[in-house]
């Protein structure tokens, strides 16, 4: 079933996710409608039914979030519109439609108090609205569980699409001698180009064929391989990108922000990895990619 075209809507399609789906969805023969909230309004329930309907959609990506983390804390409702009730309107159109939807999540509905990388199962707690929001999002989904989709919880994403800590490193860089960068939150960098590959490989799989629907929602981790910092992540960035800019650690507390950010969040990938054959880079290989993107695309 590999060959079969599906009729794809994805999601907050000018975001660094949805960025990243519609250039590699040229390498596809599956029929894309890429939308945003200039499009489509997803929290208008009608307006989603309406489109899915009016084009035969099989599989909805949603890649729509509400990501200032820092700025949901004083914009709760406007959070939870797009991270928790749009949700819940795709999963009710995706169950009543028989259409198989995949939803992005994060790795902030844990608490980041953990010692060992998080699975799929273990205890949410999450320690921001963005993450409740999100949180909520999962919940929506999985109660009302529309059958053959997926929840893919990510950390740390990353493109040459949009804004995210690679690009604003680089640019700062080009300001400053020297910069100030957290030592004491790990994890692991994802570039939203592979994610997006998981993703249309995800939907090409037996395992998740439209006509042998999974009985219940399922939830997967998805990142790339390794472990970093933000320091390291920052001082690779420079050393790939040949940039003469000090990076100096610091710790969280020194750099308060209104949102708090776990100081773990290194997810455990086993699942996604052995149930559709995925081979996940290293953050560091495809950190070079995206670097060599961007610089690509400067000249």
């Keep these: 079933m590999r060959d079969k075209k599906y009729n794809i809507l994805v999601t907050g399609a000018n975001g660094q996710l949805g960025s990243e789906i519609r250039e590699l969805s040229t390498n596809y023969l599956h029929n894309f409608f890429f939308t945003d909230k200039a499009e489509l309004d997803i929290v208008s329930l009608d307006e ?7 084009n035969l959609v099989d599989v909805i990506i949603n890649c729509a979030a509400y990501t200032a983390v820092d700025q949901a804390q004083s914009d709760e409702a406007n ?10 309107n795709l999963a009710l ?12 999540s994060t790795d902030y509905v844990f608490d980041g108090k953990n010692y060992k990388p998080y699975k799929e199962q273990d205890c949410t707690n999450p320690q921001s609205v963005y993450g409740k929001t999100k949180l909520d999002g999962e919940r929506a989904m999985l109660k ?10 990510t950390s740390w994403v990353y493109s040459s699409y949009g804004s995210n800590f690679v690009k604003t490193m680089l640019r700062l860089a080009k300001e400053r001698d020297r910069l100030n960068v957290i030592y004491d939150q790990v994890g692991t960098p994802t570039y939203a180009k592979d994610l ?3 993703i249309l490989t995800i939907i090409q799989h037996s395992k998740f064929n439209i006509q042998n ?14 472990v970093a910092s933000w320091y390291d992540f920052a001082k690779e960035t420079m050393k790939m990108a040949k940039l003469n800019c000090q990076i100096e650690p610091i710790e969280s507390k020194d750099y308060p922000t209104p949102a708090s950010r776990p100081h773990y969040s290194i997810l455990n990938k086993s699942k996604i990895k052995s149930e559709f054959d995925l081979k996940i880079p290293y953050w560091k290989d495809s950190l070079c990619d995206c670097i060599t993107k961007i610089m690509n695309d400067e000249c």
Excluded at 79 to 88: F, Q, T
């Design 213 to 226: 629907s999974s009985s219940h929602t399922e939830i997967y981790n998805f990142s790339n391989e390794g």
């Design 79 to 88: 959070a939870d519109a797009i991270n928790h009730l749009a949700v819940k």
């Design 196 to 198: 997006a590959k998981a």
């Design 93 to 104: 159109i995706s169950k009543e439609l028989g259409v198989k939807l995949v939803h992005i």
């Design 144 to 153: 009302i569980n529309p059958l053959n989709s997926i929840i893919i919880r």
């Design 48 to 54: 989603v039914k309406r489109f899915v309907k009016t």
